[in-house]
């Protein structure tokens, strides 16, 4: 079966910080992958996805994920962090099918 | 513009009371979701729907129904026998084999039952 690990239920950084979110997956096949964003009180924004084609993904607002399949790793990053960064992000896989299994969430806070 | 649509943004109910939660979309997207997202637990898929007139179980449907009579409508209703119904309620759709698995989300329903 699918699943999703997202290490780390809170991450704090201080602004102009690198920010890394990690995410592990298992799966017996390749994947497809995604990084969600999700403000308070709205629903998720896709930031970036892995369908199988470069393996280091970029995504919108800066974040970029690299796909490394020996560590079953696809975790996110941005070199600089920005105050408007705060907010929840999901990792989230798919085989083959458009239904979604979803990590638990990483809280990102950016201090001044 | 195309997107996703959820009403109300806020909903508050009596226990034992059924609600209807409304998801639209014009994105022309044959699947639909639900989810229920509780702080700490991601989200979890309640119902979804590939096409119109059928629709599956997920992984926490007990004490939900749905319908889906409209390619674009795919209404969520929470009976009374759900035992904890206070949650964030969030719908999505996806265009089946053209995404591979991209989901597109609404705004979201926060129903409080007290």
């Known amino acids: 079966a699918q699943s999703v690990t997202q290490l780390g239920s809170h991450v704090s950084v201080s602004e102009g910080a690198l920010v890394l979110l990690r995410c592990n997956y298992s799966?017996?096949?390749?994947?497809?992958l995604f990084w969600y964003v999700q403000y308070p009180n709205q629903g998720l924004q896709l930031l970036l996805k892995?369908?199988?084609?470069?393996?280091l993904v970029k995504g919108i607002n800066g974040f970029e994920a690299e796909f490394k399949k020996s560590e079953t790793s696809f975790h996110l990053t941005k070199p600089s962090a920005h105050m408007s960064d705060a907010a929840e992000y999901f990792c989230?896989?798919?085989?083959?099918?458009?239904?979604?299994?979803f990590g638990t969430g990483t809280r990102l806070q950016v201090f001044p | 513009d195309g997107g996703i649509t959820q009403s109300p943004k806020y909903l508050f109910r009596k226990e034992g009371q059924n609600v209807t939660l409304s998801c639209e979309q014009n994105?022309?997207?044959?699947?639909m979701y639900w989810y229920r997202q509780d702080p700490g637990q991601g989200l979890r898929l309640i119902y979804y729907?590939?096409?119109?007139?059928?629709?599956q179980k997920g992984d926490i449907a007990e004490g939900y129904s749905v319908s889906r009579e409209k390619k674009e409508s795919f209404p969520l209703t929470v009976t009374s026998a759900q035992k904890n119904p206070t949650a964030f309620y969030l719908c999505?759709?996806?265009?089946?084999?053209?995404?591979?698995?991209?989901?597109?989300f609404g705004p979201g329903t926060r129903l409080t039952v007290t």
């Open positions: 999505a759709s996806s265009s089946p084999g053209q995404g591979k698995g991209e989901q597109y």
């Open positions: 799966s017996s096949v390749p994947p497809y």
């Open positions: 892995y369908t199988s084609a470069a393996t």
């Open positions: 989230a896989v798919s085989h083959y099918t458009d239904k979604l299994i």
């Open positions: 994105l022309n997207h044959d699947a």
């Open positions: 729907s590939q096409i119109v007139n059928d629709f």
